[in-house]
T-cell receptor
């Protein structure tokens, strides 16, 4: 088995601040994802990376940057935090390759609060 | 329009009862379905997948898929308080890495 680690667990920022969230996986999976979870809105895809050095925008990429530093790690940057923003950011990975409908494995999430 | 719609938003069942959750896709390209479960404070975890028409049973959980109507359901028999969670339906098209999640159904199993 493997595990996905997200840091930090809780993140408190100020309006306009640039904030970075980190994700590590030891599944040796090719594909990694960043989702945003808001109450009542399900999971919305921000960025995904099919393989190392690849980066694809999801439906909610505006206001975010992402970086796939190596196969095991995927970072997300909030470029300018919005006041009163509260959300959970979830990182996931899957085996990728031709199994594009493979199971996704999720981390525990980073809870963001912007003051 | 949300491409994956779930109903109901919230569902309460007594312990030992049957819980039925529904999901419909509005895009005929979405042919592969997953059910995920998220307990409070945790990330979602996959429960089961269903890719073919008909029923798929895993323990107390049965998924049913009707590709013609793009409708998938999840039935939980003998519901337990530990089944109380947020359940997501997720749909994936062919030849794409994007997975679309529904908004979720909150299931409450009452002791």
């Amino acid at each position: 088995g493997g595990i996905i680690t997200q840091t930090p667990k809780f993140l408190i920022g100020q309006e306009g601040q640039k904030l970075t969230l980190k994700c590590q996986q030891n599944f040796n999976h090719d594909t990694m994802y960043w989702y945003r979870q808001d109450s009542g809105k399900g999971l919305r895809l921000i960025y995904y990376s099919i393989t190392e050095n690849d980066l694809q925008k999801g439906d909610l990429s505006e206001g975010y940057d992402a970086s796939r530093e190596k196969k095991s790690s995927f970072s997300l940057t909030v470029t300018s935090a919005q006041k009163n923003e509260m959300a959970v950011f979830l990182c996931a990975s899957s085996i990728g390759s031709t199994l594009n409908y493979a199971e996704q494995f999720f981390g525990p999430g980073t809870r963001l609060t912007v003051l | 329009q949300q491409k994956v719609q779930q109903s109901p938003e919230s569902l309460s069942v007594p312990e030992g009862g049957m819980a039925s959750l529904n999901c419909t896709s509005s895009d005929r390209n979405f042919q592969y379905f997953w059910w995920y479960r998220q307990h409070s404070g945790e990330g979602p975890k996959a429960l089961m997948s269903i890719f073919s028409d008909g029923d798929k049973k895993e323990g107390r959980f049965t998924a049913h898929l009707n590709k013609a109507s793009l409708h998938v359901s999840l039935h939980i028999r003998d519901s337990q308080p530990s089944d109380s969670a947020l359940y997501f339906c997720a749909a994936s098209p062919t030849n794409a890495y994007k997975v679309i999640f529904g908004k979720g159904t909150h299931l409450h199993v009452l002791p």
